[in-house]
């Protein structure tokens, strides 16, 4: 019952639902916006939190603009090969430290934790019991903390382009074109995973890129909701989801981690999802 409780209860597109018995039924009926600890979650996005977010969206975006108007300017054909090499380097990286950072705030610490709970682990325990909460958050709350996370590089290269020389920028530029799109990645993955649980009203350029795999597809995203969501963790293009499931890198490090502290695997998780009432 447990497994077919999950796939139900896990976000599912256009298409025939499982049947279930009038015990999965009233069960799966918790889930979504109207589960107890949806509800819950949903309420400790704060005022403060807002602002957070606005200030660093409009922060991060007035940065990557500053930031390519200066690698525009120095652009070369020359340049192009290492450029192409650090795009695909970027979107590779990109999307291994968005697995690392989903999968640690999937499964260790506590919305109760200082700061951090409220403010980062929030979002993660509510997205998995309410899947498509994402999809009704508008842009700010979709990427403000992603916004963040960018902003400490987004001000080193902009302090670069206005301290140094045009000579040492050229020679510079292959790496700091690697960091823009590394950059660019880790601001938009959020967006993109919340593309990947939009199955109506997509843009068709958005659509495509998902169908190439160029950006994480729905359906390949639909098997981290699976509960107990213990794998698929990478967000941004998923392309390192599968050879990282295949030598079971997540279960090692959760082994690793269990071995040295005591301490269960999304013990959290489960907690706000076994909330009723």
Known sequence: MAGRVAMAGAEDGPG????????????????????????????????????????????????????????????????????????????????????????????????????VGKAFIRPFREHHIDPTAITRHDFIETNGDNCLVTLLPLLNMAYKFCTQSREALEQLYPWECFVFCLIIFGTFTNQIHKWSHTYFGLPRWVTLLQDWHIILPRKHHRIHHVSPHETYFCITTGWLNYPLEKIGFWRRLEDIIQGLTGEKPRADDMKWAQKIK
Not at 40 to 50: C, D, F, N, V
Request: contains cysteine.
């Open 16 to 115: 025939q639902q499982p049947e279930l018995d009038e015990d999965e039924a009233a069960y799966c009926r918790r889930w979504g916006a109207q589960h107890a600890g949806a509800r819950e979650l949903a309420a400790l996005y704060s005022p403060g939190k807002r602002f957070q977010e606005w200030c660093c969206v409009v922060l991060c975006f007035s940065l990557i603009a500053h930031n390519l108007v200066h690698l525009l300017l120095l652009a070369r054909w020359e340049h192009m090969p290492l450029v192409i090499l650090g795009v695909v380097a970027g979107a590779l990286i990109a999307d291994f430290l968005s697995g690392l950072v989903h999968w640690g705030a999937d499964t260790w610490g506590s919305v109760e934790l200082p700061i």
